[in-house]
């Protein structure tokens, strides 16, 4: 049996894996320091040959064409905005509204109760939405996908604060420390809260008489109590 894949699996395979967080990380090494040493040119043109190198050697290892090809097109974009703006700091610009964007929306599917975290696990396992029957489910969907809004969220503010103070180099320091090692840790977060909802949508499709109507259905419930008249609604 194919075992089955988690949200944080599918978020970290569209970064590229581990590796992929990693790799992203080199061109920021080297951005920060030729800037600092020889000018923004020299910088600029550094992070993109670092970027072809990694993509080139990716593409060797025969590793997943579209991180890898996405990570180069975005050091390029990041390098081209520094460039026409003049300023190295530029460089972090898309990165942080980027963060923005996705804490807004992560947290956004909280506040409907459609949390993003569990319709990744749905789509990529193929359960579809039948998870949103059972509350102690959806509560640690919740859970996982606000720890992707305190990753996305953190990584705003910080970077935002550095950016309009000019702290070009400790910009750089906070991309790597405030990257792959958050990422990890989000993704161990989500992993253990999507173990929690499998065992929770286990136990509904375990319960009486409630298998295919409840547990697979696309039904919402407001607390456990709402379920359970349901439930036994169902097998009166």
């Known amino acids: 049996m194919t075992q089955e894949r988690t949200g944080a699996q599918a978020i970290l395979d569209q970064m590229g894996g581990v590796s992929g967080l990693i790799y992203s990380s080199l061109p920021v090494l080297v951005f920060v320091p030729v800037s600092t040493l020889a000018g923004l040119k020299p910088a600029v043109i550094s992070a993109l040959a670092v970027a072809a190198v990694i993509l080139v050697w990716r593409l060797i290892r025969r590793e997943t064409t579209q991180p890898a090809v996405s990570g180069f097109i ?71 996908t606000l720890t992707w809004v305190l990753v996305f969220g953190s990584r705003f503010v910080v ?7 000019d702290q070009t180099g400790w910009l750089g320091v906070a991309r790597i420390a405030m990257g792959w090692p958050l990422t ?53």
């Open 74 to 144: 975005g050091v390029g974009v990041c390098a081209l905005i520094a460039y026409l703006m003049g300023e190295s700091k530029g460089y972090f610009l898309l990165g942080i509204w980027t963060s923005l964007f996705w804490a807004v929306v992560f947290g956004l599917s909280v506040l409907v109760r459609r949390p993003v975290v569990g319709y990744v696990w749905g789509w990529v396992n193929g359960h579809g939405t039948g998870w949103r029957a059972v509350p102690r489910a959806v509560r640690v969907f919740d859970i996982a």
């Open 159 to 165: 970077q935002h604060h550095l950016y309009d103070a």
């Open 184 to 236: 990890a840790t989000a993704a161990l977060v989500t992993y253990l809260a999507i173990k929690s909802a499998q065992r929770a949508i286990h136990a509904a499709e375990q319960a009486q008489g409630i298998p295919a109507e409840i547990a697979h259905a696309d039904v919402e419930y407001e607390d456990d109590a709402a379920y359970e008249d349901d439930a036994a609604r169902r097998t009166d």
